[in-house]
């Protein structure tokens, strides 16, 4: 999809047409490089019955993309949300991006295809709506200190994880 708009002016329809044009252009994801996904697991719609979804396999197996597929099947019917990913490695978290999708998967996918990922482990929330940041922050890789100033009340995963317990 060629389009001439700068990505903040995008809207929620060319995203949708977008999503299905990276749905079907990516075979596999490019998401079987140097990322390693952590999002919704578990069973996934009617066809995973008798799926396990919870069993590790390999990024860019048949067995991953499929599971990849019946994901972004079950996204396809959600509404269109905004979703906070967060990228870390071995040496601590090296960006954050906010897009405009169905769900996790076509997020981490999304953020792919915009060069916007920074590699290395990706976790993912959706935002509440009344936490959507400006434009100006959204589709484009975001420090700590540019996070820090959208949500000044943010926690590491950490602390969220230390909440839980």
């Known amino acids: 999809m060629a389009t001439e708009k700068p990505y903040e002016f995008l809207t929620a329809g060319d ?3 977008l999503a299905e044009e990276i749905k079907k252009a990516c075979k596999p994801l490019p998401l079987s490089g ?3 996904v952590y999002g919704p697991v578990g069973p996934i719609g009617q066809e ?3 799926v396990d979804d919870t069993k590790p396999v390999k990024p860019g197996s ?3 993309q499929a599971r990849v597929d019946r994901m972004l099947d079950e996204e396809a019917t959600q509404p269109l949300g905004w979703w906070y990913l967060s990228y870390a490695d071995k040496d601590g978290f090296r960006g ?3 897009v405009e999708t169905r769900g996790f998967t076509s ?5 792919n295809v915009f060069g916007l990922s920074p590699g290395g482990e990706v976790r ?3 935002i509440p709506t009344d936490k959507v940041p400006e434009a100006h922050y959204r589709y484009r890789l975001l420090t700590k200190a540019q996070l820090e100033e959208i949500w000044d009340d943010m926690a590491t995963l950490a602390e969220l994880e230390g909440e839980d317990s």
């Open 15 to 17: 995203i949708k047409k």
């Open 34 to 36: 140097n990322v390693t």
């Open 124 to 126: 993912g929330m959706p």
């Open 96 to 98: 954050g991006v906010i």
């Open 107 to 111: 997020a981490a996918m999304v953020s």
């Open 62 to 64: 048949p067995e991953w």
């Open 48 to 50: 995973s019955e008798n």
